[in-house]
């Protein structure tokens, strides 16, 4: 069992829809990372959290710590928002490093 | 302000071969990285850098594989006697600390790495 669990593996949507991608973890953690990855590769960090709840834009990112679980959400859904979200956590005692999940392809169809 | 940035973009390389893999982190950035992702698979890590301190290299898959930072800033990835299994993108990362604190990582572009 990977130590972080991403559902669905795969989502389609349509344009303006509500989008919610679940985290689960096994292992006690210092932050939780949610990270987009475009078509083409590249990386960019979305959010870091080990509480609550963060909101960036149409985006927002929750955890509960107690029960080990994160979701990212998407507010009007655009097909820009097409990517694949990776779910990864960091433990201060492992120098943060990241340890992902297998990671979330979303399309959004206009 | 720049980025990461890594070097080669793509690299193409017989098996038995040596590479490197380079990647210049965020001036400043103490926490230097290196994630490997292959083809069809997740994100990996791979080995760590946190200012002077020895490296922890717990993620290397095989003794073919070694890194140094010089100076606390570049850093390179070696790869000795290639295999088709090397073949994947590799990522580099910096952040301002990796100990004592948790802050937000940066990634490079990747380095595609593809054995033949």
């Known amino acids: 069992k990977n130590e972080v669990e991403q559902s669905p593996q795969n989502l389609t949507a349509q344009e303006g829809e509500f989008i919610t991608i679940n985290c689960s973890y096994s292992?006690?953690?210092?932050?939780l990372h949610w990270l987009q990855q475009h078509p083409g590769g590249g990386i960019v960090s979305l959010f870091m959290?080990?509480?609550g709840k963060k909101k960036h834009g149409r985006l927002i990112a929750t955890i509960n710590i107690q029960e080990k679980h994160s979701s990212l959400h998407i507010t009007a859904s655009h097909p820009r928002d097409s990517a694949v979200y990776i779910c990864?956590?960091?433990?201060?005692?492992?120098?943060?490093?990241?340890?992902f999940g297998e990671g979330t392809q979303l399309t959004v169809n206009p | 302000g720049a980025g990461v940035s890594q070097s080669p973009s793509n690299k193409v390389t017989e098996k038995g071969k040596d590479v490197e893999l380079r990647c210049d982190p965020i001036?400043?950035?103490?926490?230097l990285y290196w994630y490997r992702q292959s083809l069809g698979q997740g994100l990996e890590f791979l080995i760590y850098?946190?200012?002077?301190?020895?490296?922890?290299k717990s993620g290397l898959p095989s003794d073919r594989f070694s890194a140094e930072r010089t100076g606390g800033s570049v850093s390179t990835l070696t790869i000795q006697r290639t295999q088709q299994e090397d073949s994947a993108v590799y990522l580099c990362?910096?952040?301002?600390?990796?100990?004592?604190?948790?802050?937000?990582?940066?990634f490079g572009p990747g380095t595609r790495l593809t054995v033949t």
């Open positions: 990864a956590h960091s433990q201060e005692t492992s120098g943060s490093r990241l340890t």
């Open positions: 001036s400043g950035h103490t926490a």
């Open positions: 292992v006690g953690i210092s932050a």
């Open positions: 850098f946190q200012g002077n301190s020895a490296p922890d």
């Open positions: 959290l080990s509480s």
């Open positions: 990362a910096s952040s301002l600390l990796g100990l004592g604190g948790i802050y937000e990582q940066y």
